[in-house]
């Protein structure tokens, strides 16, 4: 029974023959945000309820007063939104956390009609429409996090007593729409380049060898270690290790507001990588190449490292912000022909193969090569999925070792394994997902 329906209250008569009323108010107690409750005692049934009531009907009618005075009537739900974030949910987030909170939302909620309503305009089948418009638009795991903050900022105007009912939790999730969605998607990618081919990394290989630019190098660093952009921009020479031939990843770029403001602009800062696990890798013949060559063009054209970095701007010695290195990226494939299969999404944005395609690359070649070992892989790539098998399985020196690299597969100046029949590789790519997908139910 709601609280709406339960107006009678409800009676026991105590010990001492006297009777007890409890009611409950269709409001919430702002104070503590649970319903607000009226306890009164009468010599008999009716005199009880009758004071429990008439105490509840006053402190309604007071709550209402007060309520229609704090209602602003021209903010709108986004506004409020702004408020609930900056004074409820910033706290509990980092820095970079902060910043990927508020991008989402101005993709996925402000640009909606449901943020420009006013408080009074709210209700389910509103935020049905919203939930539905973005579901056609985006995956479930990216609309997630407006709904559920849909659904948070509700509840917290319910609490301050802006707001009756929480429309936002009432309104229906029609999943049949995110399922077509995701199906769509899926069928699209099928037909989609997933990785770079063989003949990209012989060309990302000859750009290296030719001198055309800083950017061929880092790809190939990027190809034989399967890095993120963040850490490799934020490695640093103690980081490596050239008589083990050992890379230490312990940090990565990351992006903020400054002063944690939004009105402040973005800056980059380090932090540890993702999923908060420092791991290594072992280079190969290339790689170990690639971290001389950057080492020497470092000390020849960056007049100032103070982070001892690898591979800082030489202008400034500062870190390389991802963004940049995105944008050089795409320009060495356009120069080298490159077919990025870039399309346009329903949103009008340019998607393809992007510099995170490489760690891609780098994933599929290790774990479709003869004699794999997914765990192996995983743990040289820092796979939250496998972060939890580190309690019984560790890491070792050599062990990943054996993980197969592109230069071993691809270069014949580099090769030590078997050519993988690229023909066999979408199959071969399909059973390693299937097998990474294990080992993500099992953590879930």
Known sequence: MSREENREGSVRKLSDSSWECITQSKYLNPKTGNPKRFKRKGKTEKEARTLSKMARDAWEKEFEKGKDAKV???????????EFIETEVKLSLTGSGYHSYISNLNCNFYQFPISKFQLHMLNAVEFEKYYDSILKLKSKKTCSLPIQMCKRCCKWLINKSLLEENYAAQARIRTEIADEYDHKREE?????????????IQKFYDAYKNNMGQYPVVVLFLLETGMRAGEFSSLRNSNIDLEKNRIDIVETNAIRYK???????VEFYTKVPKNKEAR??????????????????????????PDDLLY?????????????????????????????????????????????????????????????NIVNTALAMGHKAITVENIYTHA?????KTITTPSQVVLKDYSTKDIVDESKERELYEMYIKLKEKFENQES
């Open 72 to 82: 602003n009537k021209t903010k709108t739900f986004g506004e409020y939104m702004d």
């Open 188 to 200: 699209e990618l099928k037909n989609r380049k997933k990785v770079f081919s063989y003949e990209d």
């Open 259 to 265: 002063n944690n403001d939004k009105n402040n602009g």
């Open 280 to 305: 290594f890798v072992m280079m190969s013949d290339l790689c170990r190449e690639c971290v001389i060559y950057m080492q020497t063009q470092t000390k020849l054209y960056c007049k100032n490292n």
């Open 312 to 372: 800082p701007t030489f202008r400034n010695g500062k870190r390389r912000s991802t963004s940049s290195m995105e944008v050089c990226f795409k320009e060495l494939c356009n120069k080298l022909n490159i077919d990025r299969d870039v399309h346009l999404t329903k949103t009008g944005q340019q998607k393809g193969l992007c510099l995170h395609s490489l760690r891609h690359t780098a994933d599929t070649i290790a774990n479709t090569a003869k004699g794999a």
């Open 396 to 400: 070792t020196e050599d062990a990943l």
